[in-house]
C-alpha cells in the first residue's frame, strides 16, 4: 500500500500562483513515476503532469503546457506543482496519483492501477 497526502490547494485569483505537494508513504519501491490529474463537477478526471522517478522525464498537458511545472524529490518520495497563471478553468480538484508499471504511459486507465490521493481543491476566481 502507498499513502498519498496533498497539500496546498486554496482560492486563488485569475492570474495568481499556487504550489500544491503530495507526499507519498509505505510502499514507495512500488512507484515507478508520479503526477497530477484534476476533475470538475460532471467531467472525467483528465491528466495534468506527471514525472518519472527513474529519469525524471515530465509530462505536460497541453492545457497547462508553459504555465505549470512538475518537479519531484525522490529521497522524500514527493512531488510539487507549481501553477502559474492561473485562469478560472484551472479550478478543479487535483489529485496525486502513482504510476505501478515500469513502462510509462499516460492512459489514465493505467493510472487508476496506482495509488490515488483523496484530493485537493483549486479554486481560480475571476
Known amino acids: 500500500q502507498v499513502q498519498l497526502i496533498e497539500s496546498g490547494g486554496g482560492l486563488v485569483q485569475d492570474g495568481g500562483s499556487l504550489r500544491l505537494s503530495c507526499a507519498a508513504s509505505?510502499?514507495?519501491?512500488?512507484?515507478?513515476?508520479m503526477g497530477w490529474f484534476r476533475q470538475t463537477p460532471g467531467k472525467e478526471r483528465e491528466f495534468v503532469a506527471s514525472?518519472?522517478?527513474?529519469?525524471?522525464?515530465?509530462y505536460y498537458a497541453d492545457s497547462v503546457r508553459g504555465r505549470f511545472t512538475i518537479s519531484g524529490d525522490t529521497a522524500k518520495n514527493t512531488i510539487y506543482l507549481q501553477m502559474n497563471s492561473l485562469k478560472p478553468e484551472d479550478t478543479a480538484v487535483y489529485y496525486c496519483?502513482?504510476?505501478?508499471?515500469?513502462?510509462?504511459?499516460?492512459?489514465?486507465?493505467?493510472?487508476?492501477?496506482?495509488?490515488w490521493g483523496p484530493g485537493t481543491q483549486v479554486t481560480v476566481s475571476s
Open positions: 514525472v518519472s522517478w527513474s529519469n525524471d522525464n515530465t
Open positions: 496519483a502513482t504510476y505501478p508499471f515500469e513502462d510509462f504511459s499516460l492512459r489514465t486507465l493505467l493510472w487508476e492501477r496506482g495509488y
Open positions: 509505505g510502499r514507495t519501491g512500488d512507484i515507478y513515476a
